[in-house]
């Protein structure tokens, strides 16, 4: 059984930082396509960020682009967010999603919030 885990959420004022973890279990971690995806009240989801297995190459929503850094330990079998220069517009749950790379079956972690005011 697959399980990610998110945890890191939590209040913050605009301009603060914070790190979301997503640890996983019952997965093969090294051979994943690991991503944090967020979704606002009344928006779509939407892709924030991922991470390739083989090489460790990242991709970003042009939207958090030089704030947010996506990273990941193998032998932890966890993957993390580090948000910096948070924004009311940040605001939104944060769920971890992880696929085998030959693969378009995504799992999902059940959200942590991320609340951003002053």
């Given amino acids: 059984q697959v ?6 959420g939590g209040l913050v004022q ?3 930082s914070l790190r979301l ?13 690991m991503s944090w ?3 606002a009240t009344g928006k779509e989801r939407e892709l ?4 390739y297995n083989t090489n460790g190459d ?5 939207s958090v682009k030089g704030r ?3 990273s990941r330990d193998n032998a932890k079998t966890t993957v993390y ?3 910096n220069s948070l924004q009311p517009e940040d605001t939104a749950v944060y769920y971890c999603s992880g696929r085998y790379s030959w693969s378009s079956l995504a799992y999902w972690g059940q959200g942590t919030q991320v609340i951003v005011s002053s």
Avoid at 48 to 51: F, K, N, S, Y
């Fill in 3 to 8: 399980t990610l885990v998110e945890s890191g």
């Fill in 14 to 16: 605009p301009g603060g």
């Fill in 21 to 33: 973890s997503c640890a996983a279990s019952g997965i093969t971690f090294s051979s994943t396509v």
């Fill in 37 to 39: 995806y967020r979704q």
């Fill in 48 to 51: 924030v960020a991922g991470i």
């Fill in 58 to 62: 990242t991709n970003y929503a042009d």
């Fill in 68 to 70: 947010f850094t996506i």
């Fill in 81 to 83: 967010l580090q948000m």
